[in-house]
């Protein structure tokens, strides 16, 4: 059994329908709690129109501020709105998940699929994983994505979200190399919504060439539909593949070490060169479309070291332990060095 969004909303102007998609699920007139950052969102509140909302501004992500906040709005609101971009989104699943209320998801970026995945961040998880509050599993009972708003984000933003929905290709191709080595359990339907999502922006590059409504609700369209991959296979396998386990590998290091990593569908994009050579597949032709669009395509375009990529290579195998990708049982440093300067990422 796997829940879906029941509504999904998305254009220019969707903000200004929150009241007529509340009353349609059922929650008008209900006390609700809008989460924001505290950098982006206060202008929108307004245009929510929720007469009976409280509004909490979230400065830092942490364990701690989830479960304190969960605790305090336990039996005062009666679902949650999480609006801004994937931190305050994954904060508001979270607390969804504690609470047992259901929540909205409007996005300000189309940088990620956790617009509409049923899961937190995998290093968010791991944190919450310390206090025993186990797997976040909470699909967002509606969606509503503003292309105006979106598009007013910087276009790295909508940039790494491509990169991210390339990724897609390749989590697909280990699952399937999962399928064969380990016997995991397999949809084909939920395997062809990701890779579609991949074929979406591979097929529409010279409309994303172009920063504009047009391309936002491209991008948009593709990550939705990996939330509902993720939703029908009852993980984020269809969606998060070796080319994932880099990325949180250089999120695991740059939390050890203090440096500030790039953007995780960057980093995913740059994985994602890596594992198709390592899969054989056309990872020429990968590189070559991120290229195109100014997507970065080495680590010192990331402002990564040479050091961190091999690192985050040998290490990215351990990431999670129970997903079993192209990596295998790792790469020693002569093969992650061999295949960064193959594929010219540093």
């Not at 336990?74 to 709105?81: E, F, G, L, Q, R």
């Not at 994505?145 to 897609?168: C, F, H, N, Q, W």
């Not at 396998?237 to 960057?266: K, M, N, T, V």
Request: glycine residues 8%.
């Amino acid at each position: 059994m796997y829940e879906i969004p029941r509504v999904v909303v998305f254009g220019p102007n969707a903000i200004s329908k929150v009241p007529e998609i509340l009353s349609k699920i059922g929650l008008n007139g209900l006390r609700g709690l809008i989460l924001i950052g505290p950098h982006f969102g206060k202008h929108l509140i307004d245009k929510i129109e929720c007469r009976i909302c409280d509004v909490e501004e979230i400065s830092e992500i942490s364990p701690e501020g989830i479960i304190e906040l969960s605790n305090k709005y336990a039996h005062i609101v009666d679902y949650i709105i999480a609006l801004g971009g994937g931190r305050i989104i994954d904060f508001g699943k979270a607390m969804a998940h504690i609470m047992n209320a259901p929540y909205v998801s409007i996005p300000t970026i189309a940088s990620h699929d956790g617009i509409a995945s049923p899961y937190v961040s995998h290093i968010l998880q791991l944190d919450l994983n310390k206090y025993g509050l186990g797997k976040v599993q909470r699909t967002p009972i509606a969606i509503i994505a503003d292309t105006s708003i979106i598009l007013e984000a910087p276009r790295r933003y909508l940039l790494a979200g491509v990169g991210e929905l390339i990724g897609k290709l390749i989590a697909v191709k280990d699952w399937e190399l999962a399928v064969r080595v380990k016997g995991e359990e397999f949809s084909e339907y939920a395997a062809a919504l990701a890779r579609d999502s991949a074929l979406i922006v591979l097929r529409n590059r010279d409309r994303l060439k172009i920063h504009g409504e047009e391309s936002v609700r491209i991008v948009v369209k593709a990550l939705l539909g990996c939330g509902v991959a993720m939703a029908i296979a009852g993980s984020s396998r269809p969606c998060s593949g070796s080319e994932h386990l880099f990325s949180h590998a250089i999120d695991l290091l740059a939390r050890e070490r203090g440096f500030r990593p790039a953007l995780h569908g960057e980093q995913v994009a740059l994985g994602a060169i890596m594992m198709a050579y390592l899969h054989g597949m056309r990872w020429r032709r990968i590189r070559s479309f991120l290229q195109s669009l100014n997507i970065p395509v080495t680590a010192k375009d990331l402002g990564l070291d040479r050091e961190i990529i091999i690192e985050a290579l040998t290490m990215a195998h351990n990431v999670r332990p129970d997903r079993f990708t192209i990596l295998g049982a790792g790469l020693s440093r002569k093969a992650a060095e061999n295949l960064i300067e193959i594929t010219g990422i540093a």
